[in-house]
């Protein structure tokens, strides 16, 4: 058996022995206390203790076997988040993974994940619908092909991730999101709003923004190269001010509008 799928036992054994019930002892703390602070998601000490096996596992292994860094670092947090979901924990409030996890192919599903630290983290094949991850740290992510249509992403940021035809259309919660130098080629944002979002560098060619909120985002060196941006909530005057690379791009309304050139 690989070191790797060893080790996800390991975490999945020590996460059962956390989440599982304790036995019944006389204490002067009452029921309806212990019962809040255990309602459907990991206490800080239980959340704590998981995150410190998975970074011994990482320190231990490479210690043994510093050659095999890479091939470890592959270590499938699926198997974390699904034993999470079957105990019933859907709160995983300022949850920090190591830098570079792989979360791929992972239900995150209606988890609550407000202030994930995930840098560097690749996401590619999972689900994350109707989840709340306000705040978290996406940047230099991998969520390329997926629909974040339902995703709270309030103040999130996604600095210099890669999320390439990833469909964010008709949300809501985009704003003051930070997506600065972050490849959004081919990304659907049509009808979204990204009121004070940060775009600073980010690469949006070939994507659509028709009926987007841009109010007061920053644009500056954001490239736009044959976007569609018909019908934001832009003027020409203002898109050609802003400080974005419009070639190519489509601007006014569905019945008016022109390519730039």
């Not at 592959?74 to 300022?94: A, C, P």
């Not at 940047?139 to 890669?162: I, M, Q, V, W």
């Not at 490239?223 to 203002?238: G, Y």
Request: charge should be negative.
């Amino acid at each position: 058996m690989k070191a790797s799928h060893a080790s996800f036992r390991i975490i999945v054994a020590f996460s059962r022995c956390f989440f599982k019930s304790k036995p019944r002892t006389e204490n002067t703390t009452s029921k309806a206390t212990q019962d809040d602070s255990q309602a459907n998601g990991l206490s800080t000490s239980t959340k704590s203790i998981i995150e410190e096996i998975i970074m011994e596992l990482i320190a231990k292994h490479n210690e043994e076997h510093p050659a095999d860094f890479k091939k470890y670092d592959s270590i499938e947090y699926k198997h974390v988040f699904n034993e999470s979901r079957e105990q019933g924990k859907t709160v995983l409030d300022g949850l920090r993974l190591p830098v570079g996890a792989d979360v791929t192919n992972t239900n995150l599903n209606e988890l609550q994940l407000i202030l994930l630290n995930a840098q560097g983290a690749d996401f590619r094949g999972s689900t994350i619908r109707n989840t709340d991850m306000f705040g978290a740290d996406m940047s230099e992510t991998n969520l390329n092909d997926l629909d974040l249509s339902t995703t709270k992403l309030f103040h999130a940021c996604f600095s210099g991730a890669s999320l390439e035809n990833v469909n964010f259309s008709e949300n809501k919660s985009l704003k003051f999101t930070r997506f600065s130098e972050a490849n959004l080629q081919k990304a659907n944002f049509n009808n979204t709003k990204l009121h004070c979002a940060n775009f600073k560098k980010a690469n949006l060619e070939g994507a659509t923004l028709k009926g987007a909120d841009l109010t007061g985002a920053n644009l500056k060196g954001t490239d736009f190269t044959n976007a569609d941006l018909r019908n934001v909530d832009m003027t020409e005057d203002e898109l050609l001010a802003s400080g974005a690379i419009l070639t190519g791009a489509k601007v006014g309304n569905n019945s008016t509008w022109k390519e730039l050139l």
